[in-house]
Every structure is written in structure tokens, then in C-alpha cells.
């Protein structure tokens, strides 16, 4: 993927993160066909609580991840999920935070239902045809009817033979 792609995945996902009802399930259903790994990266730390908020000044919030290694004080650096970058203060200073300084992004049982469906379909857009493959056994198997369009729309997109086999089974 472009830069141009991967800020425009970066978008949609905090979008995503910062959005409620249909208009969340929507948009995260537009990230399913990325095959992006910061994606499935992101989605998967939702769905343990570890997507924090950041409140800006301008009364924006920003969506981060807590980098796992912590300082003496134990607390993080935060990457920001719009860009990939650690969040600043205005000197440019790194900010670090521990858990409990920040709001983590809610994701109910339903949210986390829909998250994990996206997280199963992405892998059926990774670039690497084995992936692909072992995604389709994978959703093939669990005989889950809502995983049925999703299979049938990649027929139409999948180029590698081994991966339309698998498909048509």
C-alpha cells in the first residue's frame, strides 16, 4: 500500500474508533478489505480496551496505543493511530502516559462481535496467497452463514488459482 492508501486506511479507522452505531459498522467493514496489518493490529488492542483517547486542547480527541515498554515510572509512549507517530506536546516533547491517565475507546460485546468479524475477513486481502488461503479453510470451516457474501464477493477479486479453488469448495 501507497502512503496515500495507508492515511487514507489511517482515517477511516479513527473515524471508526471515534464513531457509534451503524455509521462505526460501516466504516468498519470498509477497513475489512485492506489487508492492512496495522489494522489488524489496531482492532485487535480495541477489542482488549487498549485503544486510548488522547483530549486535545482544540477539544479533538485522538486516538493512541500505548507502546508496551514503560519508563521507571511506568508509564508509555503513545503512538498515534492517525499517523503512526508518537504524540508531542508542543515543544515536541514525547508525551507518556500510563493506562489510567487516559479514556480507553469503549467496544461492547456486540462492538467486539463486529471487530472480531473484520479481523477473520482481513486476512482474505493479505498479499500473501498462502494467507489467503488458510483464511478461506478457516472461514469455510466455522460453517458461519455471515461469512457466505463475504466469501463469494472475493471470488470475484482473487487472482491466484489456489486461493479461487479454495473459494469455490
Do not use: C
Not at 486510548?52 to 509512549?77: F, I, N
Amino acid at each position: 500500500t501507497s502512503a496515500e492508501e495507508t492515511g487514507a486506511l489511517r482515517r477511516t479507522l479513527v473515524q471508526a474508533l471515534l464513531s457509534t452505531g451503524s455509521r462505526q459498522q460501516q466504516l468498519l467493514g470498509e477497513l475489512a478489505d485492506s489487508g492492512a496489518p496495522f489494522i489488524r493490529d489496531v482492532l485487535t488492542e480495541w477489542t482488549r480496551g487498549e485503544v486510548y483517547l488522547y483530549p486535545q486542547a482544540s477539544g479533538s480527541d485522538v486516538p493512541v496505543l500505548l507502546e508496551e515498554q514503560q519508563d521507571a515510572d511506568g508509564k508509555s509512549r503513545a503512538l498515534r493511530i492517525d499517523n503512526g507517530r508518537f504524540l508531542r506536546d508542543a515543544a515536541g516533547r514525547e508525551l507518556r502516559f500510563s493506562p489510567d491517565d487516559l479514556n480507553s475507546v469503549d467496544a461492547g460485546l456486540h462492538l467486539r462481535s463486529v471487530i472480531q468479524q473484520v479481523l477473520d475477513t482481513l486476512e482474505l486481502a493479505d498479499p500473501d496467497a498462502d494467507v489467503r488461503r488458510a483464511a478461506v479453510v478457516k472461514l469455510g470451516y466455522s460453517q458461519k452463514m455471515q461469512y457466505r457474501p463475504v466469501l463469494q464477493a472475493r471470488l470475484g477479486k482473487e487472482m491466484d488459482a489456489g486461493v479461487r479453488k479454495a473459494l469455490r469448495e
